[in-house]
């Protein structure tokens, strides 16, 4: 015997627990892109870091290396990545960044790429918020900085 009180139960409660089930799914993957994006910055600081070891002060290869950007495609691996969010420093034999590395440049020792101030936005429908992952850097011993026997190269 049904009673008429039960009428559309199921359909609340599907509605609840798919909406936990939505919830949780979105959740584990936005979990998932957020440890993406840890990683990618942490290889953009890698990649730039090891280009400004070899190439010449300031070119312009070493922050595209570090955006992932080989033919313009600026953010393709990061959202939101710019060449405002990477930093790239020449530091002396103490770890002190050189004010000028052109005019000190038998003083530099290390080239230290870092992106400092990355804002993740979160995709959840409903809850587009951002937060600020924290920073990334790496050091690396200079290398040639471009320069060989034959004499200074562009990469």
Do not use: W
Not at 14 to 20: K, T
Not at 114 to 136: C, E, K, N, Q, V
């Amino acid at each position: 015997m049904k009673h008429r009180y039960n009428s559309g139960v199921a359909s609340v409660e599907f509605a609840i627990v798919g909406m936990l089930a939505l919830v949780l799914l979105l959740g584990a993957l936005e979990v998932g892109r957020a440890i993406f994006v840890f990683n990618a910055l942490e290889e953009s600081t890698r990649r730039a870091a090891r280009v400004g070891a070899v190439c010449p002060i300031n070119d312009p290869a070493i922050v595209s290396t570090g955006l992932f950007s080989s033919d313009g495609d600026v953010g393709a691996v990061v959202t939101g990545l710019d060449a405002a969010n990477i930093a790239i420093e020449y530091l002396n034999r103490t770890g002190t960044v050189i004010g000028d590395p052109t005019g000190d440049y038998g003083q530099i020792r290390f080239v230290r790429a870092r992106i400092d101030s990355f804002d993740h936005r979160l995709l959840i429908p409903m809850y587009f918020t951002t937060f600020r992952m924290p920073a990334f850097e790496t050091t690396l011993p200079r290398e040639s900085l471009g320069v060989s026997r034959e004499g200074t190269r562009a990469c």
